[in-house]
Nanobody, 121 residues
Framework: QVQLVESGGGLVQPGGSLRLSCAAS????????MGWYRQAPGKQRDVVAL???????NYADSVKGRFTISRDNAKNTVYLQMNSLKPEDTAVYYC???????????????WGQGTQVTVSS
């Protein structure tokens, strides 16, 4: 079994910053692609940022230049640094990981429980 536990959400004023963390634990052999997604009320879940095991990154156009995704492979953790936050960034943020588990050796897709980010004055 693998668990993804997110932290770092909260209420912030427009222009402020937050840093989200997502730690994976369990029977992990390795982790391939990791990413952050978000879902606003009444909308579909959309990708925010992705990072490969080698560190290559990809961002949604709406967050380019403001958000930075990073990972610590030794800690099985992915981060999302969010700067210059806007009200339209308000959503539940979910982390996702493609995890190769040990027994049997196979890759599975896992999601965190979500963390609320609210940008409001």
């Amino acid at each position: 079994q693998v668990q993804l536990v997110e932290s770092g959400g909260g209420l912030v004023q427009p222009g402020g910053s937050l840093r989200l963390s997502c730690a994976a634990s369990g029977s992990i052999f390795s982790i391939n692609l990791m990413g952050w997604y978000r879902q606003a009320p009444g909308k579909q879940r959309d990708v925010v940022a992705l990072i490969s095991s080698g560190g290559s990154t990809n961002y949604a156009d709406s967050v380019k230049g403001r958000f930075t995704i990073s990972r610590d492979n030794a800690k099985n953790t992915v981060y999302l640094q969010m700067n210059s936050l806007k009200p339209e960034d308000t959503a539940v943020y979910y982390c996702n990981a493609g995890v190769v588990v040990t027994t049997p050796l196979s890759e599975h897709d896992y999601w965190g429980q979500g963390t609320q980010v609210t940008v409001s004055s």
